[in-house]
Each structure stands twice: as C-alpha cells, then as structure tokens.
C-alpha cells in the first residue's frame, strides 16, 4: 500500500500555469503506474495524464494534450503535473493515483488502487 498526498493546486487566471505534486509513501515508486485524474462538481472523474512504472511511457487524455506535462522523480518518490495555458474548463479536484495496470485500463479509475485526497483548481478571472 502506496500513501500518497497531493499539492500545489490553487487560484489561476486563464491562460495561467500551475505544477501539482504529489509525494509518495510506503511502496515501491518505480513499480507503480502513476496518474493523475480530476473530477469537475456533478461530473464522474476523469483521466487526465499518466507515466507508466519505469518511467517507460506517457499518455495523456486529448483535452489536455500540449498543455500539461506529467513527470517523476523516483529519487524523490514524487509525480509531477505541469498544467500550462490553463482554460475555465480545467477546474476540478484533481487526485494521484498508482496502480499496476494493464494498457487497456490506465485511463479507468478502477485500475488504480491508491489515491491521494486531492487537491483544488480553480481557473477563473
């Protein structure tokens, strides 16, 4: 069992940049898949990004594509999510997750065992 907790999220303006972190715990970082999802008020949660154990590959869903840049650390057990020319529509709570999935499920909320408790984005003028 990873433990995971999420940071950076804030105020941002559209147009706006914002980097998410989110530190690991207790498992063995490099073994996991790991993603980020958000999930918007009255909406189910969503993929958004995930980098794959060993660092072996990255997917990203299409309406964030070009703008955000997921990465990680594994010296540092810690996954990064830099979110660029940030649009109204990004706002959410978005979560970490680690997993070990297969490629058919790295963008189901199901495949990912742990989550971290989230962290807000708001991208409002």
């Known amino acids: 069992q990873v433990q995971l907790v999420e940071s950076g999220g804030g105020l941002v303006q559209p147009g706006g940049s914002l980097r998410l972190s989110c530190a690991a715990s207790?498992?063995?970082?490099?073994?996991?898949?790991m993603a980020w999802f958000r999930q918007a008020p009255g909406k189910e949660r969503e993929f958004v990004a995930v980098?794959?154990?060993?660092?072996?590959?990255?997917y990203y869903a299409d309406s964030v594509k070009g703008r955000f840049t997921i990465s990680r650390d594994n010296a540092e057990n810690t996954l990064f999510l830099q979110m660029d020319s940030l649009k109204p529509e990004d706002t959410a709570v978005y979560y970490c997750?680690?997993?070990?999935?297969?490629?058919?499920?790295?963008?189901?909320?199901?495949?990912?065992?742990?989550w971290g408790q989230g962290t807000q984005v708001t991208v409002s003028s």
């Open positions: 997750a680690a997993g070990t999935t297969i490629t058919s499920t790295i963008t189901r909320p199901e495949a990912y065992a742990n």
């Open positions: 207790g498992g063995p970082f490099r073994r996991y898949d």
């Open positions: 980098n794959r154990r060993y660092g072996s590959a990255t």
